[in-house]
């Protein structure tokens, strides 16, 4: 089955300064990767995603980059602000054909601190 | 009201008590999930269901047990609790057919076990 590695597991950053987390994932079959925050109390949400025929995304402040031949993918946050204080997991998954992934495999996280 | 609803929210228990925890979803989604999450290991898929009538078993299955009453409920039991039980638990949805594989996570349930 599918393996997620996902670093550093802590992340203190400056308020302002970019953070960069990284996942690496083992099956070259899987061709979508999400990444999810996870704010104190609360459950997972979906912040970004990319899918293996794309190398890189963009939504305001934060990028998604995929190296499919080295299987590895990176979350980037440029000018962090106190509100991207969370957790963050990367995922994979296989989207098949007719839709819907088959359940995802998540890597262990990674706790964002921004410092004021 | 949340689209994804879990009860309880928290739960103590003992050990060797049946417990179950209840997800009910407003989002019309087919398919259903129960996650676990432990510090330090992420989210790790317990049970999961594509329609009523589909149960699949996940990665850490064993211990854990599940029912799909409806489309939009998902129970998730433990026979037996035991100490290492204790996490957090997830119930999670998503679409069927085309469309992004998002998951629509509930606020979790925290479960206890003494």
């Known amino acids: 089955g599918e393996n997620v590695e996902q670093h550093p597991s802590t992340l203190s950053v400056q308020e302002g300064d970019s953070a960069v987390i990284k996942c690496t994932y083992s099956d070259s079959a899987s061709n979508y990767f999400p990444w999810y925050k996870q704010e104190l109390g609360k459950g997972p949400q979906l912040i970004i995603d990319?899918?293996?025929?794309?190398g890189e995304k963009k939504d305001q402040r934060i990028a998604v980059t995929l190296n499919k031949t080295a299987k590895h993918f990176s979350l980037h946050i440029t000018e962090t602000q106190p509100e991207d204080s969370a957790v963050y997991f990367c995922a994979a998954s296989i989207i098949f054909l007719g839709g819907g992934a088959d359940g995802l495999t998540f890597g262990k996280g990674t706790h964002l601190i921004i410092q004021p | 009201d949340a689209d994804v609803t879990q009860t309880p929210r928290n739960r103590i228990t003992k050990t060797g008590k049946r417990i179950m925890l209840e997800c009910s979803q407003t989002?019309?989604?087919?398919?259903m999930y129960w996650y676990r999450q432990d510090p330090g290991l992420g989210l790790r898929l317990i049970y999961y269901?594509?329609?009523?009538?589909?149960?699949n078993k996940g990665e850490i299955s064993d211990g854990y047990s599940v029912s799909r009453q409806a489309q939009a409920k998902f129970s998730l039991s433990l026979e037996s609790a035991i100490p290492n039980q204790t996490a957090l638990y997830f119930c999670?949805?998503?679409?069927?057919?085309f469309g992004s594989g998002e998951l629509f996570f509930g606020e979790g349930s925290r479960l206890t076990v003494l």
């Open positions: 269901s594509f329609d009523v009538k589909d149960i």
């Open positions: 990319i899918r293996s025929n794309v």
């Open positions: 989002k019309g989604h087919d398919r």
């Open positions: 999670a949805t998503s679409e069927q057919g």
